[in-house]
């Protein structure tokens, strides 16, 4: 894992400092609100319903031991004994006071964490695979360049006021499982034609009120000019971006609106007059960083099943419930990857008590090197299990109620905080999530169904995704009652695509019927082993439709 | 689509955050502040209200809460509910069920 230099520590610690100072300004009154604001923002405080909420930053999902065991102690300390993971791998604390604020920023320093650039106009936290390191079909950990482009944008002068925010994902693998197309710059490692690794430039996705799936801006980069070409794409979108109108001010708008030709054109322009400057990265800096993220001392094991698992697979039901969701292949020989569900039946998704990251922290050292990973969908992720530890690691979790064998399946819901906790929000998201999942609690139906990813936005700011959602929910307030809106056949991974909207908006009793209906109809439709995305791409929406608005 | 309905004649009470906790707080009867609507001093309309508004942008100014605004409430139950969804779950604390949730609402109804 990437360890700051001193460098990276001070800037953190002034940073405190500043706002440390800040905060007693405005105590005082010296500061007021409309002053005040910004600063804030730019430290990750809002305010929303309730309190204030600190954002804070997760580099790429990537957490050590000794940082999420600095989150639990934060909010025992600062909080209510709880946080909440987030789509954009970060974590929120909802009832931070102001006056305490800077006491838990400076406790997050500690363990080389903070909150800047987790809101304002600029590049925000850059996201990724969260099997980075580990995923068996990878074929580079997307870190590296995480880490590059995360020390480039900190405090970039020429990008800290854009037109909007900007957030640029990476992955290292065919199998995007961070959502590249959907993103303001998505980054896809490949190799070209002469076995080289670049990167496929993906620029324009975004989903918000007006969605759009990224287009490809140029086929291959060769990695040194990473950053060159970063800066190139930001340059013509902080001179053309529109800031007339707050809706049409993200990069995506401003590629829809000149076409990706001509997009390309500036943005290659302007690559040419700036590749050769001291952005191109040196082999040596390269490997420097790279270093930081060497894989961890493996076991050489023999390859193939571990019998200590194969034995619990086939001995305990439950475990093999779990292990067949829950586990994910390795690229080392007797490893697997585990993810840590957050979509305990009656809980909000993706929030964990204090005492549960304790515990994860305990086993990830224990087993996982110390490493834990956050998800995009409000999960973690142990990445280096030793196969034969699996039966004990499942124990571990179960014994913290963190062993619910459902990732990906219809009750792994992912939910923005919603009207129950966001100042944005026109319905609530948690409940409707936590109905929907009481739905689906028995597991032979739940994994007969097989994979479904069941998205919902509070607003149409998207947050929870809902564009990408298998089944997508909309939050919509219909003259001060809370209505939903359903889209069908959205994907995030690297079959992107848009979901189609399925009809009127429906009432929170409806839409949780609903749902069961789709589902239903979905296996009455299906072919041999097809998931319900393949269905609908197979059938179409029209006996949804029906299915759904024929009764009424 | 209903239209939403008029709201400036119902009898209305002040919120807004505290500023140094960011804690949803009600003007009181004694122009304080406090976390529990039923401690709230309530206007019998948006007109009458606009006089405790100037008292509570006052307090604003004084550095002691953010944002101050008129909310309308229902005042045939006790405590006075609001009217506005989202303002009733301002006033409750978050709707989720949940461990975590049980957390988030502890601590409410004390006088600030």
């Avoid at chain 1, 934060?74 to 604020?101: M, P, S, V």
């Avoid at chain 1, 040196?282 to 993220?293: L, R, V």
Wanted: with cysteine; glycine share 6%; charged share 25%.
């Amino acid at each position: 894992m990437y360890q700051y230099d001193q460098l990276d520590q001070r800037i953190v610690e002034e940073r405190v400092a500043q706002f440390s100072d800040q905060v007693k300004r405005r105590l005082s009154g010296e500061l007021s609100e409309d002053e005040f604001k910004p600063l804030r923002l730019q430290n990750g405080l809002y305010l929303q319903l309730h309190a204030y909420m600190l954002r804070v930053a997760i580099p790429y999902g990537t957490l050590s031991s000794k940082q999420l065991r600095g989150l639990a102690q934060i909010a025992c300390k600062y909080d209510r004994g709880w946080g909440h993971f987030t789509t954009r791998q970060n974590l929120q604390f909802n009832w931070i006071r102001l006056e305490q604020a800077p006491d838990a920023l400076a406790d997050l320093a500690r363990v080389q964490m903070h909150a800047i650039q987790t809101s304002g106009n600029c590049i925000r936290n850059t996201t990724t695979d969260q099997f980075a390191g580990a995923a068996h079909d990878e074929i580079e950990d997307p870190r590296v360049w995480c880490e590059i482009i995360r020390q480039w944008s900190t405090f970039h002068p020429e990008f800290s006021f854009l037109p909007r925010k900007f957030k640029i994902a990476v992955t290292g693998s065919p199998n995007d499982r961070a959502a590249v197309r959907v993103h303001d710059i998505g980054l896809r490692m490949h190799r070209n034609d002469a076995g080289e690794v670049g990167f496929e430039v993906i620029v324009g996705g975004g989903l918000g009120r007006t969605p759009f799936i990224g287009k490809t801006i140029r086929d291959f980069l060769p990695k040194q000019d990473l950053l060159s070409y970063l800066e190139a794409i930001l340059r013509v979108y902080n001179l053309f971006g529109r800031r007339d109108n707050m809706f049409k001010a993200r990069i995506k708008i401003l590629v829809h609106e000149i076409g990706i030709e001509a997009m390309r054109e500036k943005v290659e322009a302007e690559f040419a007059a700036i590749r050769d400057s001291a952005l191109r990265l040196p082999e040596e800096t390269i490997a420097q960083i790279a270093a930081h993220f060497a894989p961890p001392p493996f076991e050489a094991l023999p390859a193939g099943i571990a019998p200590e698992y194969a034995q619990a697979f086939r001995t305990d039901f439950d475990f093999g419930l779990w292990a067949r969701r829950n586990t994910a292949r390795h690229k080392q020989p007797g490893y697997a990857i585990v993810t840590i569900s957050l979509k305990k039946e009656g809980e909000p998704p993706g929030d964990a008590s204090a005492e549960q990251m304790q515990a994860i922290a305990d086993i990830a050292d224990r087993y996982s090197f110390g490493e834990i990973r956050v998800t995009h969908e409000q999960n973690l992720v142990l990445p280096h299990v030793k196969q034969a530890d699996l039966p004990a690691v499942w124990r571990a979790l179960k014994a913290y109620e963190l062993a619910t064998p459902n990732v990906g399946l219809a009750s792994d819901i992912i939910a923005c905080p919603g009207l129950d906790y966001c100042a944005l929000a026109n319905a609530r998201s948690i409940p409707l999530a936590q109905q929907i999942a009481r739905r689906f609690r028995n597991w032979e139906r739940a994994h007969d169904i097989g994979e479904l990813k069941i998205k919902i936005s509070g607003c149409i700011n998207a947050c929870g995704h809902h564009h990408v959602g298998h089944i997508g929910i909309l939050g919509v307030d219909k003259a001060g009652e809370e209505f939903y809106q359903l889209t069908l056949g959205g994907s995030a991974d690297d079959s992107a695509a848009l979901g189609d909207i399925l009809g009127p908006a429906l009432n929170q009793a409806r839409t949780v019927d609903a749902i069961d209906t789709l589902v239903e109809t979905y296996l009455q439709l299906r072919r041999g082993k097809e998931r319900f995305l393949d269905t609908y791409r197979r059938v179409g929406l029209q006996p949804f439709k029906e299915a759904i608005y024929a009764a009424a | 689509m209903a239209k939403a309905p008029r709201l400036d004649n119902h009898p209305q009470v002040i919120t807004a955050n505290h500023l140094a906790t960011g804690d949803v707080v009600y003007l009181t009867r004694v122009a304080s502040w406090s976390r529990d609507i039923g401690e709230a001093t309530v206007a019998p309309n948006v007109q009458a209200g606009a006089a405790l508004l100037a008292v509570a942008q006052a307090q604003a100014k004084m550095n002691i809460v953010i944002d101050p605004y008129l909310i309308p409430v229902d005042t045939s139950v006790s405590p006075p509910r609001p009217i506005q969804f989202r303002e009733r779950i301002r006033a409750q604390g978050p709707t989720t069920a949940g461990r975590t949730s049980d957390a988030a609402r502890e601590d409410r109804h004390v006088s600030v």
